[in-house]
């Protein structure tokens, strides 16, 4: 197939990527076109607007940071739905409220296309190996035309009902994790008198009945802060964790849901973006607890 992405994020190169290796022709779109260039060196066209990436292929996926980019990005003057939109398939993979996802479906239909929304949960390293969770929200028909795209970037692909229903199963199945690099960083915090290496350390922690599945994939950022070393590892920033924890709550107050703990933990990661900095790698988080003085 001809498959666009707007947005070409370290996700969006990861999931291009992978669909240029299992054989698809690709073309992009970014509003910085300089992180467009490894996809493009490896083979995929460049689009000049969203307009024109809507016009020249039959999947668009959409990969952006907030409501305000996808509003600029599809409804803009030469957006997404500037373009021959009629019969093509929208997929959009962004971490979006259920509303702002049921919102769009609606000017997406309104061209004739069809839309699905897939976010989806994962790092860089299965975005690229195609094993990502893929949470899904559409209409039967739109889900079955989607499938095998998404199964080919996931390993799994969950059909939660409506548009709406994907997003609101992402913010459920990111909250445990939110609340798990806070609870890593007390666990750190109560280890912190033993003489064992951090490496040594997180790899046991890693295998214990309490570890994230995801501590082996951020494990080498974590060991190195911890160190004290230089550490490039960025796969999520606080400042996103935060972002998406604040979802999470306004989404429960929604359903007169009580999350204290979710509460609490939106305090500690604010008190630790006023010493870190909010773009730190979010798993960094657990570093700061870990090294932290009682007030």
Request: charged share 15%.
């Given at each position: 197939?001809?498959?666009?992405?707007?947005?070409?994020?370290?996700?969006?190169?990861?999931?291009?990527?992978?669909?240029?290796?299992?054989?698809?022709?690709?073309?992009?779109?970014?509003?910085?076109?300089?992180?467009?260039?490894?996809?493009?060196?490896?083979?995929?066209?460049?689009?000049?607007?969203?307009?024109?990436?809507?016009?020249?292929?039959?999947?668009?996926?959409?990969?952006?940071?907030?409501?305000?980019?996808?509003?600029?990005?599809?409804?803009?003057?030469?957006?997404?739905?500037?373009?021959?939109?009629?019969?093509k398939l929208f997929i959009e993979m962004s971490t979006l409220t259920p509303e702002a996802q049921a919102a769009l479906a609606e000017k997406v239909r309104a061209k004739g296309a069809a839309f699905v929304e897939c976010p989806v949960s994962g790092s860089l390293i299965p975005a690229r190996a195609g094993k990502l969770l893929g949470l899904m929200g559409a209409e039967p028909a739109d889900a079955a035309r989607a499938r095998p795209l998404l199964e080919q970037m996931c390993r799994r692909v969950m059909h939660a009902g409506p548009v709406g229903s994907g997003a609101l199963l992402k913010l459920a199945v990111n909250l445990p994790l939110m609340v798990y690099w806070q609870a890593l960083g007390e666990q750190l915090s109560m280890c912190k008198t033993l003489t064992i290496d951090p490496a040594e350390l997180l790899d046991f922690l890693a295998e214990t009945s309490g570890a994230a599945t995801v501590l082996k994939q951020r494990m080498p950022g974590i060991v190195a802060k911890l160190k004290k070393v230089p550490s490039s590892q960025r796969t999520f920033t606080l400042e996103g964790g935060i972002k998406d924890v604040k979802q999470m709550l306004a989404e429960g107050e929604k359903r007169g849901l009580e999350l204290p703990l979710l509460k609490q933990t939106l305090a500690c990661y604010e008190e630790a973006k006023r010493t870190v900095g909010g773009s730190e790698e979010v798993s960094n988080v657990s570093v700061y607890w870990a090294g932290r003085a009682k007030p």
């Open positions: 197939m001809h498959i666009g992405i707007a947005g070409i994020g370290n996700m969006g190169s990861s999931i291009g990527a992978r669909l240029m290796e299992v054989g698809h022709e690709l073309t992009v779109w970014n509003r910085t076109a300089e992180k467009t260039k490894p996809l493009a060196e490896a083979g995929a066209a460049v689009a000049r607007t969203p307009a024109d990436l809507t016009g020249s292929v039959e999947v668009i996926i959409s990969l952006l940071i907030d409501t305000a980019a996808i509003d600029a990005v599809y409804s803009g003057p030469q957006g997404l739905l500037a373009g021959d939109a009629e019969g």
